[in-house]
Every structure is written in structure tokens, then in C-alpha cells.
């Protein structure tokens, strides 16, 4: 039997993460290519009081069916999250909760593309987003970035050629980029949104992982002192990358009509994010436990980013160029080829799990113009020890 699957499968190849990934199960393999945070890092006892509480304060409703738009109490203390970092006049009624802050993305692609339409996003980003958006349809074209994030000229020179559906940027720590979108580029992308009337998606699951200093605030923050920009911005959050990835927690803040759309997509696709899941964090936002946490994942990143970036410059010297991140928990590295060094990510990585050490090449990051001198590394999950002894494998490899 032959299934005629759907068309729109036909924009779309199996990732090429995944194939790597089926390599990973080799018997002393160092990993630095999952986007996973360390599980280590979960705050266990914190979680299962949570649980136990919602259990016990809300039973009815922790498992039940819930509204789509999200359970309230979580919704309460996400809109609270949130003006905590800077986001003023939120209501709770203003965002909704998503399966992950992936869902959040599939809804945008759902409302916002049709089969033909274009989308800008950076070059590199998150590999999930360009297929979400090529499942629909999209051409997604890509913006050059550097350290400061999307080079704001470009973005608009690119928005004007092609008058995009939306600019989806991941612009605090970006998966891979690491980068950090500067706070006057933050104002001239709201400045640009309103100016082409365009739809500008901010993704920032990785915000409140910073080392040293916060970064700018969010432009969804920026965004009451640009006049009319919010009604072209959407802000993705998300519970996987400091709480749990598990608990498949995430949310949308988007103008009204455009959540209500959302919301109606999402009422097909799942009815609603898990209760249980929604009054668990609620309960452990409320019980005051995430400062600790997140204090605690800071410093453990802060450490291995900084070990991570010390063992690249020792073994590997002037092989590798890349901008120590911030935050987040990746560094993108650019093979330099100097002095005849290898320069293809893809060709590295294959001898590197040769070596016993494994990472993502960049090219897979790239919807357009494929960079293959990148590759990503994420210093999240291996301890220090083994970053070292992964970095002096890294050098063999070349
Ligand atoms: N956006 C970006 C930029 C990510 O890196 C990730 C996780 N890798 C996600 C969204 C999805 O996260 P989740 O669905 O777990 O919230």
C-alpha cells in the first residue's frame, strides 16, 4: 500500500539533529548537542511539593479538562512572572498557555501562513521554527546576524523587498547564536514593526538564564515606550529551559485578535495545555521557589560557559572564533581554517564522534546561505571535567 501523504510535507526534511542524535548512544560519548537543560538542575522537592499542593488545594480542577485559553491561577502567575521582568499593565487574560513554547510557534505558523508566504527569520536560528513555518508553506528567508543579534539595516532592507507575514527573532540568547540583540536594535525592530506593519515574534525562552547582568529588557517590555508596536509584537514564553522541559509549559502573549485565533487553532489541536502541569508551576511560582532556582541554573551555565570558552581558546587557539556568550547555553563557534585546519562543521563532527565527543554542526540552523564554518556547542548539561576533557577531544578531532 502507498499513502498519499499531505503536500505540505513536502517543504519539510527530517532534521538532520535527529540523525546525529541517533549516533549520541555510543558507549563515552561527551555531548555537547542537545538543547537539553541539565537535569541535575531540576528542583525535584520543589516540584513535587508543587504537586502535592495542587493535588491537595485543587483536585477538581488539577485534573480535570481545563479552558484553552489556560488555567487561571497559572495564568495569574505567569502575568506576574512577567511584569516582574518588566512587562507593564499585563493582564492575565492577555496570554494564553501553550504545550511549550513550540506550540506557541505552530499556532503563530497556523493563524499567520498560508502557502506562499514569506517569513524572515535569523541566520542562523532555531531549527524547529523553520520547519514549523516551511510545514505551512512559508519561504522562510533568513537575516544576517552578528554578535549584537539581527543587523537592524538588513532586517528592514529584507522586509521591505519582501513584505514578510512575520519576523520571528530569538533576540536573548539565541538557539544557536547565543547572541544578544542590543537594546537599540530591540527599539528599531518595534520602530520597524510598526513601520512596515509587520508582525515581529520575539521567542525568549532563555531570557532569565543570564550570567553576569540582565540583558535589555524584552521587546515585549520595550514595547510601551514605542508607540503602536504592540499590537505587532508576539511574545513567546517558556517554562522547559530553567523549571522542566517535561511539564511541556509555555506562553503566548499576542494582540487580541490574533490570540483569539490562537486559541480557537489550538481548541483543535489539543483543547487545552495539561491542568495538571499548569497547577503544579502555579503552585510552585506561588510557593516563591523560582528565584532560588533560577539563581542556582545561573551560576552552575555562568561556570561551564566560561570553562567551556577557556578549554576552546587553550586547545583549540586560533582554529575557533566565537563571542563569549552571556547567557543562554550555547557557543556558536566559526571555523577560521587557519593554518590549513579543518574548516566543515559537518566533516568535524563526524570525526569528533570518532573522537567521543559530539556537537551540531550549523549548517542545519541556516534557512537560507548555510554557513557550514558553524557549529553549535551547548555547555549545559556536561559538568567542567568533562567539558575539558570533551574540548581536548575537540582538538584531536582536528
Ligand atoms: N524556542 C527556542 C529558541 C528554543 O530553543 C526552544 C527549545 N529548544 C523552544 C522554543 C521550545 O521550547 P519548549 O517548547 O520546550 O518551550
Redesign the pocket.
Known sequence: MTLRFASRLDNVETSAIRELFKLLGKPGIISFAG?FPDAAMFDVDGVQQAANAALKEEPGAALQYGATEGYQPFREQIASFMAGKGVQNLAPEQLITTT???QA?DLLGKTMISPGDKVIVEGPT?LATIQCFRLYGAEVISAPIDEHGVITEELERLIAQHKPKLVYL?PTFG?PSGALLSLERRKQVLEMAVRHQTLVVE?D?YGDLYFDAPPPPSMLALSHSVPGSREYLAHCG?M?KVLS?GLRL?WLIAPAELLAKCVMCKQFSDAHTSTFAQATAAQYLKAGRMPATLARVRTTYAARSKAMGDALRSHLGDAVRFVQPQGGMFIWVQLTGANGQEKDGNALAKRAIEQGVAFVPGTPFFAQNPDPSTLRLSFATADIPKIEEGMARLAKAF
Open positions: 538543547g511549550g513554547s513550540q510557534l532555531f530569538v538557539n521567542d525562552p517558556s522547559s522541559p509555555g
